[in-house]
């Protein structure tokens, strides 16, 4: 039901006029007698307020007839003014009100509102609470009887996402909003105009699709699951062998990060043997087989191989590898598949499992709590880097280049690449296979390496042609192939070539992904 604002304001007009007419009775009645303790207007509003609100002092009380009937009723309404009272304070306290009281004493802090409460999103919340001092963790729904309260402080609020922008009132930094279910951003009547909103939209999608609008970017789930797996557990040298267990989503995902960013070495030769239906991989990657050698190893180039049959059949294979990484969209059959390859098989390598929960005494991955962090899905440093990596490239060129925010997707993501291998080059640079974060002082001491390693034109140029490998791989990947004149439209660039074909600029060009170690080490990137 509609309210009526102005019908309220009646109401309330008409009451007052009726309690200041019974104080001016109950004056007019008390003052004149010799008796009478209530002798002013101001001992009339004094006994009315003690008498409604039941306290009751006893030092004014009427002793006229007209006094004792307006007492009367007071002391009526007394009891209706205080069940009024105590129901509306508990309204206050059990709807909205409180909840949005509190946030108004906090809108100079860090507000995050997410659109649903549920594992995912209790997640992200709990990381950011712990990375946040001034976060302000908002879930737009009531909390049911169900729910088990979380062990951070929030606050569940039944409100859209342009209430709760409306009373920051655009103070402190903007709104972070969070749309936690896969491709929610078209179907959940909160993601409604959040294009039009003063603030930053994170959505999880399964198109792989980076932006959307200005301020709207995606984040998907399995891609962040692989980037962190690969994070953790990089390619060692020694690795020669690696197989790959369920080629769903997560499989896919794994895959592809293994294409783009394991490039240790100008002469690897690494060989992936895929258990999977892949038939739509390839028919979408048609232009790999100009980086890798498809379905035959090979002893010059890493190898990707596909195999039809059930794993189990690939007994001597699953017994050469140096990892076996377990990474079924459905987790239960993932375990049972662990279970058999450790009954069954002699299996001399790794295994690592992919798993939603922590599993003590397992090499698992792909928890919860490691997935969704804030640099995971919000990327504020590999983005930061991706776009200093976009600037140096525009300061290594004679010719025009596009900013940042004129990058179609494509050539963003080309830029984030290149970002996303920097942790790699840094293992190079410190011939350290187990660095999985990255530190102020390893930027340091990676750049010190680095720019001393490159006085020698023979490690200069093993730099360009590792960054140049990295660099085909990408472009092979979204079916780019050669042409002599770039053609965007055609998907076509003079580069993709052998590196000792290219020109001594085209050689220059591939120094910017290095050169971004002196730019991170000066400035607080990561």
Not at 16 to 26: D, E, N, P, Q, S
Not at 193 to 211: I, K, Q
Not at 417 to 425: E, M, P, R, V, Y
């Amino acid at each position: 039901m509609k309210r009526n604002p102005k019908l309220y304001l009646r109401i309330t007009i008409f009451l007052f006029i009726i309690y200041i007419g019974l104080l001016t009775v109950l004056y007019l009645s008390e003052h004149a007698d010799s008796a009478a303790s209530i002798r002013s207007f101001n001992d009339a509003v004094w006994y009315s307020l003690v008498t409604l609100t039941t306290v009751g002092y006893g030092d004014l009380t009427p002793v006229t007839p007209l006094g004792h009937a307006v007492g009367a009723v007071f002391l009526f309404l007394s009891a209706g003014i205080m069940m009024t009272l105590f129901g509306a304070v508990i309204s206050f306290v059990t709807s909205e009100g409180l909840p949005f009281f509190l946030l108004g004493l906090q809108r100079r802090k860090n507000w995050y509102y997410f659109a649903d409460y549920g594992v995912e999103a209790s997640t992200l919340a709990k990381n950011i609470c712990k990375e946040d001092s001034l976060a302000i963790i908002i879930f737009g729904e009531k909390k049911n009887n169900q729910m088990e309260f979380p062990d951070y402080p929030c606050l569940f609020i039944s409100a859209s996402p342009l209430r709760i922008v409306s009373h920051k009132k655009n103070m402190g930094a903007k709104c972070k909003i969070f749309l936690m279910k896969e491709n929610d951003i078209g179907v959940n009547i909160r993601a409604a105009n959040l294009h039009t909103l003063p603030v930053e939209v994170y959505a999880r999608t399964t198109n792989g699709r980076d932006s959307l609008s200005g301020n709207i970017s995606f984040f998907h789930s399995y891609d962040c699951c692989a980037r962190q797996y690969w994070r953790s557990r990089p390619l060692c040298s020694s690795e020669n062998i690696i197989v790959i267990i369920g080629f769903e989503n997560y499989g896919r995902c794994i895959l592809e990060r293994a294409i783009l960013t394991n490039i240790i070495s100008v002469d690897q030769h690494i060989s992936y043997h895929i258990f999977g239906d892949a038939v739509t991989f390839l028919a979408m990657h048609s232009h790999l087989h100009e980086t890798f050698s498809l379905n035959k190893e090979s002893a010059s180039t890493d190898s990707l191989i596909f195999h039809d049959g059930p794993w189990e059949q690939c007994s001597a294979l699953l017994e050469q590898a140096d990892r076996i990484i377990i990474c079924t969209d459905d987790e239960p059959a993932g375990w049972n598949i662990f279970w058999r390859l450790s009954s069954y098989y002699k299996i001399q390598g790794q295994i690592h499992l992919r798993s939603s929960q922590k599993a003590p005494g397992v090499s698992y991955f792909g928890a919860n709590e490691d997935i969704y962090t804030p640099d995971q899905i919000m990327r504020t440093s590999l983005n930061k880097a991706a776009v200093a990596i976009n600037e140096l490239f525009r300061k290594s060129v004679s010719y025009p280049t596009l900013g940042w925010d004129e990058l179609d997707t494509v050539h963003r993501e080309s830029k984030i690449s290149a970002a996303d291998h920097i942790l790699t080059k840094i293992r190079i640079l410190l011939s350290d296979e187990t660095i999985t974060e990255i530190t102020p002082a390893i930027i340091e001491a990676a750049n010190k390496e680095y720019v001393k390693n490159r006085q020698s034109e023979s490690m200069r140029d093993m730099y360009r042609r590792l960054d140049h490998s990295r660099w085909l791989r990408f472009y092979t990947f979204y079916n780019w192939s050669y042409g002599p004149v770039r053609n965007d439209f055609a998907r076509q660039h003079p580069m993709l070539c052998p590196y000792q074909e290219l020109t001594s600029e085209q050689k220059r060009e591939r120094d910017a992904a290095w050169e971004l170690l002196s730019c991170l080490a000066s400035d607080a990137f990561l």
